[in-house]
């Protein structure tokens, strides 16, 4: 399935604007990146480890903002979504408004470049953003590090960063992620079979910002 993080910047905003006509058309929130296991594997952690409700907690290219309204549901109160597409946050705020929760905030921003606003989560969630950084064709390896000094920025010391990625085995991004941060846990993600060898589709990994 395509998703619009493997598409160039230009085309963000034209796949966000498909989806913010079809929700408007029928109500159809649009493609959950990585399906709605990767959000439960997500809240599951959370409620775990006791991560308490009123933690800040910020979803980093939050996309339709769904994964911002099933924390919502799970009882999670202090709730921020960024991205880079203006199409990405009407669409949220739609699905914000539908569901009824306005305590979700929502914000165009380029996490790249983040406003100074931009700090002091407790915790921060990226599913597909920093695949979508790794494949950008225009200095990959630079923008890697910007993502990287970024997150340092906006989160706080000892506080949690989830992220979910297709593209990054868990000791690519144990190498990507070692400045600044530790590994907490590997979560468990679905398992294919191919030429008999079994792999992961999908990494998913807990840090710690040290």
Wanted: net charge negative; proline share 4%; aromatic share 10%.
């Amino acid at each position: 399935i395509s998703s619009p993080f493997f598409f160039p910047d230009s085309s963000w905003d034209a796949a966000y604007e498909r989806e913010l006509q079809t929700f408007q058309d029928i109500g159809d929130t649009g493609e959950i990146w990585f399906g709605e296991e990767s959000m439960v594997r997500i809240i599951r952690w959370l409620e775990k480890h006791k991560v308490p409700l009123d933690s800040s907690v910020l979803d980093i290219g939050t996309g339709n903002g769904v994964l911002l309204v099933e924390l919502a549901k799970s009882g999670y109160m202090n709730l921020t979504g960024i991205d880079y597409s203006p199409s990405a946050i009407q669409l949220s705020e739609k699905v914000r408004e539908k569901e009824g929760m306005s305590n979700i905030k929502l914000k165009v921003e380029d996490f790249l470049a983040p406003s100074a606003e931009l700090s002091g989560f407790d915790i921060c969630i990226d599913k597909g953003t920093f695949d979508a950084v790794s494949l950008d064709p225009s200095d990959a390896v630079g923008k890697r590090k910007l993502y990287v000094g970024s997150l340092c920025r906006v989160l706080k010391p000892e506080g949690f960063f989830l992220i979910t990625s297709c593209n990054w085995t868990k000791e690519e991004l144990l190498n990507e992620f070692r400045e600044g941060f530790e590994i907490l846990e590997e979560l468990p993600t679905p398992k294919f079979c191919f030429g008999g060898r079994i792999g992961n589709s999908v990494t998913a990994l807990v840090f710690q910002r040290k």
